[in-house]
């Protein structure tokens, strides 16, 4: 029964990150018209279908033997998915994705591993310290972004106008802030739920000697 | 004992990530690709496309003089915000030219990329405003108006519609050389240094054609 249900929810992973996917790239003209759709919704709609990738059985990444002991505690994973979210943050690689659809092609593919690395590193990110620094690293950044491009004295993109690039900085904060303040409430219900779960909880027998 | 692939995991993922980011900056040189585009330049000079202006009495130019530099800006005759710094920087520019007896060496070159709207009478209106006198200083648009997008693209200019029958697009002083190279993209602001370098150039091509 319960392999039924797994095998159902899958499927259901499977088909909302295609429909995700194929939302983003063949909706490309219209959400690359402006940078805050480009930055708010196509890149997220990608990083979401990696994660929803990651969550179809069975799970790609485990499939890899030994993949788990390169990434311990999800560090290397979590560095990757840093570095290919900033890459899209620089301004000259929004421009050359606009531009030429063979580099918005290699945006979607990493983008797409980005979300699947991301979501198999905080799984394996058992500390809680190390995911409260993966995902507060991420969003400290991205508010930063924020208040850069909401400040910029001049347009740093040339496919995007300077009002976009304004409106684009205060909704990447409130974006942030937003995830921020779901991330802290996820985390307290998640410590709530554990502390509630040991205590009730029969005391385990006594060790027969 | 921290595991050997937990290491070279962490190793491989950082040097992944300063191999992307270095694609994308252009080796850690340029976050805007108005920058990158400065620095490719200047690195490797580009051979622009030798177009023919009009100004507004029909009178020609080409893009390669052979004889003076060129200093080259794109505007468009109804633009209120970036062609006006763009028109004080060329004012200052013909005034400096004038003054110091150049205009046998250096001339100013101002192309519209709206040619549908700047019709021969905006382009006088304009001229006029701004004080504009040719030879020293033409504002045109391209008789051949199908080779705009490869010129645009040979300057990396960009334009893109604004939602109030506008244009927003980059702005920088372009330094062709009189042979037809363009040799470096300067800000607005270096009307000084735009105006030296393109005045190098003009008297080493006299020089060497002597």
């Not at chain 1, 990444?61 to 560095?79: K, L, T, Y």
């Not at chain 1, 943050?89 to 030429?100: F, H, K, N, T």
């Not at chain 1, 950044?141 to 400040?151: C, E, I, N, Y």
């Not at chain 1, 995007?160 to 942030?176: C, H, K, M, P």
Request: contains cysteine.
């Amino acid at each position: 029964m319960r392999k039924n249900t797994q095998r159902a929810m899958s499927k259901t992973y499977l088909a909302l990150a295609l429909t995700l996917t194929c939302v983003a790239v063949l909706f490309r003209d219209v959400l690359e018209q402006r940078m805050l759709l480009h930055m708010l919704i196509h890149i997220p709609l990608l990083v979401g279908a990696g994660v929803l990738f990651a969550h179809v059985r069975p799970r790609p990444i485990s499939r890899v033997s030994g993949f788990s002991s390169w990434n311990n505690q999800g560090v290397a994973g979590w560095i990757l998915v840093t570095g290919i979210i900033t890459a899209w943050m620089i301004p000259r690689a929004l421009d050359s994705a606009v531009e030429s659809p063979s580099i918005d092609a290699l945006k979607v593919c990493l983008l797409l591993f980005a979300g699947v690395i991301g979501t198999s590193s905080w799984r394996a990110a058992s500390n809680a310290v190390a995911r409260v620094f993966f995902a507060g690293n991420t969003l400290w950044m991205t508010a930063t972004l924020g208040m850069l491009l909401r400040d910029a004295p001049t347009r740093l993109c040339t496919s995007y106008g300077a009002r976009d690039q304004q409106e684009t900085g205060v909704a990447l904060i409130a974006f942030s802030a937003a995830l921020g303040a779901a991330a802290v409430l996820y985390g307290l219900l998640y410590s709530a739920e554990t502390l509630d779960a040991c205590e009730s909880e029969p005391s385990p027998p006594p060790h027969s000697h | 004992m921290i595991p050997i692939r937990s290491v070279l995991g962490v190793i491989v993922s950082i040097t992944a990530v300063v191999f992307l980011l270095s694609l994308t900056t252009r080796g850690f040189s340029a976050l805007t690709v108005d920058a990158a585009r400065a620095l490719d330049v200047a690195a490797t000079p580009v051979r622009v496309p030798d177009v023919t202006i009009k100004d507004f009495q029909h009178h020609t130019y080409t893009m390669r003089d052979n004889q003076r530099s060129t200093i080259v800006d794109f505007v468009y005759t109804r633009c209120t915000t970036v062609c006006v710094t763009l028109g004080g920087a060329y004012q200052s520019l013909q005034h400096a030219i004038q003054s110091r007896g150049l205009e046998s060496q250096v001339r100013l070159l101002s192309i519209s990329f709206d040619p549908t709207k700047d019709t021969e009478h905006h382009l006088a209106v304009y001229g006029q405003a701004l004080h504009a006198a040719p030879p020293v200083w033409t504002i045109g648009t391209l008789a051949e108006p199908q080779s705009l997008a490869a010129l645009l693209r040979t300057f990396g200019v960009r334009v893109i519609a604004d939602k109030l029958n506008g244009f927003t697009h980059n702005a920088a002083l372009h330094i062709v050389t009189p042979d037809g190279l363009l040799v470096r993209i300067l800000p607005v602001e270096n009307t000084d240094e735009a105006l030296d370098l393109a005045l190098q150039y003009a008297q080493e091509h006299s020089a060497r054609h002597e």
